[in-house]
């Protein structure tokens, strides 16, 4: 748009009764992009009437209460004298994995053996499936363990209780460290042992299902919690009472958005492994209408390299229907049918035989979801896959691709066109998003798809729906910053400059990523960020012209003039005015009317 014979780029904002206003692109950090559970549509507000800011005036209520609750819980763990550890041996125990650490790994057990010096931990270990969480929580688990102390294993499920047991026994083999597992397949006589062997002290280590919450413990030192998401609210009520003053560390499958990781941040320490251990492989990811001949070519492709495949059939009633289907297509498949109504015993002997290779295909419903580790089984087909949730779907393709083969993960639906425009994006995100560690990204893409509910908890969604996902973190970040008395005060100035100022179009010709370097350069704190920007916009785009070079120094004299106590900069021809905080006025003359000069006239002053 042009202003006084120059050109700046606006973003357009549309108010109740077609009211617009026009924003300069320079204050996009003015506005956040709407998100909210269940892809609710906002109701316009007048401009002008103020509505919006009621609004937020009563979700920073609820906000502070939020974060005041956070903040009481996180002091009275500050106050809590840790319990002396003994780090002797841990180095000869890391070294013993038999495989080497990644460097997200090596950072997270520093971190870890950080908190145990210094606090009683509070810490969660985020990290794509198959990214080697476990190896963190075994490293944990050897330095608590050694120093006398116990250390409790809460998993969700029999088959990751099953899981973690092996891994354990193994890791652990020749440490003298003595490890239990509890779960529904634990006999009435076997159950009684271990509750007086765990009294007792003399078990060091208790895997369970959440069993494991009504065990007296003889002196608990760590109370590892995977997948705590999956928890009912009983349980989760009873593992933030077991959890208050004791070493604590959570382990996740799904990432946390960063927005909401840097929130968290104030105050709960977060570790992130995001590189892939090494020969890891992507799983392939296909999107397909299902059909006899894939499926046939599939299977048989997985069969003739020697591996074995999980099919995901959702539907109980018909499962056995499902079975003969496929029996049809392949006369000579070993199939086994694993679903929630077998016994414990049933699903725990299946699983057994498939491992030992008794079985080609494990047809299943989605208990095998969950972090379980079968290195043989490397192609996962699911069936009516829009039917699922994007992060169940990424839990499933990790079932894959965990051995040294490549993996394939085939979600199947009956018709692509008449998909719903949801699950079209689901389906869509996953089959774009197949690279390692890509669970941070779909993380994002699932909270814009669903809404950020479930991950500050369910009582919150009311005040998201009113002002939106982003901007409810922000408030979420800036409340935390501002109770512990971390929030950096930062000096509104206004650059009014007559000059013309934009990200053309003949540079960056996509409207989105023009739209994603305003918001960036619009939020750059000082001038490396902004120089940093420059540098990626260059090395994409090539040479800037001179409406975008002015744009980018537009926004680096913004940011100088944030730190010295000015409120606007503005001028009319060579004439810069310069209006400061406490209202004294600075004129100053530019040799000439050129914008380059005039830019050039004003960073040279902000310098000095």
Do not use: C
Not at 52 to 80: G, Q, T
Not at 477 to 488: N, R
């Amino acid at each position: 748009m042009e202003v006084l014979g120059k050109t700046g780029e606006f973003a357009e904002i549309l108010y109740a009764n077609d009211d617009k206003l026009l924003l300069p692109v320079e204050n996009l950090d003015k506005i956040e992009r709407y998100i909210a559970p269940g892809g609710v549509i906002p109701t316009l507000d007048r401009l002008g009437k103020g509505t919006f800011a009621k609004k937020l005036i009563k979700v920073k209520e609820k906000v502070f209460a939020i974060a005041a609750d956070i903040i009481k819980l996180a002091a009275k763990r500050e106050v809590i004298e840790p319990i002396k550890l003994n780090f002797e041996g841990v180095e000869e125990f890391i070294k013993e994995a038999p495989f080497t650490h990644t460097p997200d790994q090596k950072k997270a057990i520093e971190e870890i053996i950080n908190d145990f010096k210094t606090k009683v931990m509070d810490r969660l270990l985020s990290g794509d499936v198959g990214f080697g969480k476990t190896e963190v929580a075994m490293v944990a688990s050897y330095i608590v363990a050694k120093s006398g102390y116990q250390v409790a294993v809460i998993a969700p499920t029999t088959i990751l209780v099953n899981q973690h047991f092996e891994s354990f026994k193994e890791r652990f083999k020749d440490t003298g460290i003595k490890i239990a597992k509890l779960d529904r397949f634990t006999t009435g006589k076997e159950k009684k042992e271990i509750l007086e062997k765990v009294k007792n002290g003399d078990i060091d280590i208790l895997i369970s299902t959440h069993a494991g919450l009504n065990v007296e413990y003889k002196n608990l030192g760590l109370l590892i919690i995977d997948e705590e998401h999956k928890f009912g609210v009983k349980q989760k009520e009873k593992l933030k009472e077991m959890a208050e003053n004791i070493h604590t560390l959570y382990m996740s499958a799904t990432p946390i958005p960063r927005t909401l990781n840097m929130a968290l941040n104030q105050i709960k320490s977060i570790s992130t492994l995001e590189t892939a251990p090494k020969g890891k492989k992507v799983t392939k990811t296909f999107v397909k209408e299902w059909d006899e001949n894939l499926i046939k070519e599939a299977i048989l492709r997985e069969i003739r390299r020697g591996g074995q495949v999980f099919y995901i059939y959702n539907n109980i009633a018909y499962i056995e229907q499902k079975k003969k289907e496929l029996q049809n297509i392949l006369p000579d498949l070993r199939i086994l049918v694993l679903h929630a109504k077998l016994t414990p015993a049933q699903i725990e002997k299946g699983l057994v035989d498939f491992i030992n290779g008794k079985y080609d295909l494990a047809l299943t419903t989605t208990i095998v979801e969950s972090g379980i580790h079968i290195p043989n089984v490397n192609t996962v087909i699911v069936e009516n896959a829009d039917k699922f949730g994007i992060a169940d779907l990424h839990q499933i393709r990790g079932r894959a691709g965990r051995g040294k083969h490549e993996g394939y993960a085939y979600f199947l639906v009956k018709d692509k066109e008449n998909l719903s425009e949801d699950a079209k994006k689901r389906l869509i995100a996953l089959e774009e998003n197949s690279f390692l560690g890509s669970g941070q990204v779909l993380a994002m893409k699932d909270l814009e798809i669903r809404g950020g509910g479930n991950i500050v908890g369910a009582q919150q969604s009311g005040q998201i729906k009113g002002v939106g996902y982003n901007l409810y973190i922000k408030m979420l970040e800036d409340t935390l910053k501002e109770m512990l008395g971390k929030k950096e005060e930062k000096n509104e100035v206004e650059v009014k400059l007559n000059i013309n100022a934009y990200i053309s179009n003949e540079v960056v010709s996509e409207d989105r990523l023009r739209l994603d370097l305003y918001k960036r350069l619009s939020k750059a704190k000082n001038l490396d960020e902004v120089y940093e920007i420059e540098k990626e916009i260059v090395d994409r785009f090539g040479k800037l012209d001179k409406p975008t070079q002015n744009f980018i120094d537009k926004i680096k004299i913004k940011v100088l003039a944030q730190n010295k106590g000015i409120k606007s900069i503005s001028n009319f021809g060579q004439n810069i005015t310069i209006l400061y905080e406490n209202g004294e006025k600075e004129i100053i003359k530019a040799p000439a009317k050129d914008d380059e000069v005039i830019l050039e006239t004003i960073f040279n002053k902000l310098k000095t």
